[in-house]
C-alpha cells in the first residue's frame, strides 16, 4: 500500500511558505504506522510540536496565525498541539504593537489547585480564536470550543497548523465556524 502523503500551502502568504519549508526541514510528515487521537489508524503522521517547539517554525507559526486573525480578544491552544501555537502568536501579537492574550484549554479539568479546565487569559463574554496543531476528525477542538462556549465567550475563528482532510474541517465550517489551515495533508490512503 503507497504511503506517500503531501503537504501544500493552506493559505498563500510568505510564512506559510515558510512553515511548509520548515515542516520538511524538521522531518514533521512521517510515515509508518500511526494510532491517531481519534483512534483511527494512519499510515501517515504530521508532528506538529516539531515545528512548533523549533524557534523559526514558532516565530512563523505565531505569525501565519497573527496574520489570520481580526478583532479577537484572545487566543486559545488546544490540548497539547495548540499550546505552543497560541503562545507563538501572544508574542508575535506583542512584536507586532496588537497584544493578543493567550490561554489553553485542558483535555480534562484539573483536578488540583485551581481545578480549571482553561487557563490563562480569558474572560467572560469575549471574542476568541482557537488554535491546534493537526485537525483529523475535530474531536479535540470541537471538545475545546464547547468549553469556551459554555463560560460565554464566541469562538470567531478556528485555525490549524494542519488539516488532515478527514472529516473534522468540514463538520465545523457546517456548524459556521470560520476556518483556515495553513498547511492541507493530502492523503495518499487512509487505513
Known amino acids: 500500500m503507497p504511503t ?6 493552506g493559505v498563500n502568504t510568505k510564512s506559510a511558505r515558510r512553515i511548509l519549508e520548515i ?8 510515515e509508518g504506522e500511526f494510532t491517531l487521537t481519534s483512534g483511527k489508524k494512519s499510515n501517515y503522521y504530521f508532528e506538529g510540536k516539531r515545528l512548533t517547539l523549533a524557534p523559526e ?20 491552544g488546544v490540548a497539547t498541539g495548540g499550546y505552543p501555537m497560541a503562545t507563538a502568536v501572544a508574542l508575535v501579537s506583542y512584536l507586532e504593537g496588537k497584544p493578543i492574550p493567550s490561554f489553553i484549554v485542558r483535555e480534562e479539568t484539573k483536578e488540583h489547585g485551581t481545578t480549571r479546565k482553561i487557563e490563562g487569559h480569558l474572560k467572560e463574554g469575549s471574542r476568541v480564536a482557537i488554535v491546534d496543531d493537526v485537525i483529523t476528525t475535530g474531536g479535540s477542538i470541537s471538545r475545546a470550543i464547547e468549553a469556551v462556549e459554555a463560560v460565554n465567550c464566541k469562538v470567531v475563528k478556528v485555525i490549524v497548523l ?23 495533508l493530502w492523503p495518499s490512503s487512509i487505513r
Open 4 to 9: 506517500h502523503s503531501t503537504l501544500e500551502v
Open 23 to 30: 515542516a520538511y526541514e524538521v522531518g514533521a510528515l512521517l
Open 57 to 76: 517554525g514558532a516565530y512563523q507559526v505565531g505569525k501565519a496565525v497573527f496574520d489570520q486573525l481580526a478583532d479577537v480578544d484572545a487566543i486559545g
Open 162 to 184: 494542519v488539516d488532515r482532510h478527514e472529516g473534522g474541517s468540514e463538520q465545523l465550517k457546517k456548524k459556521g465556524y470560520d476556518f483556515t489551515a495553513i498547511i492541507d
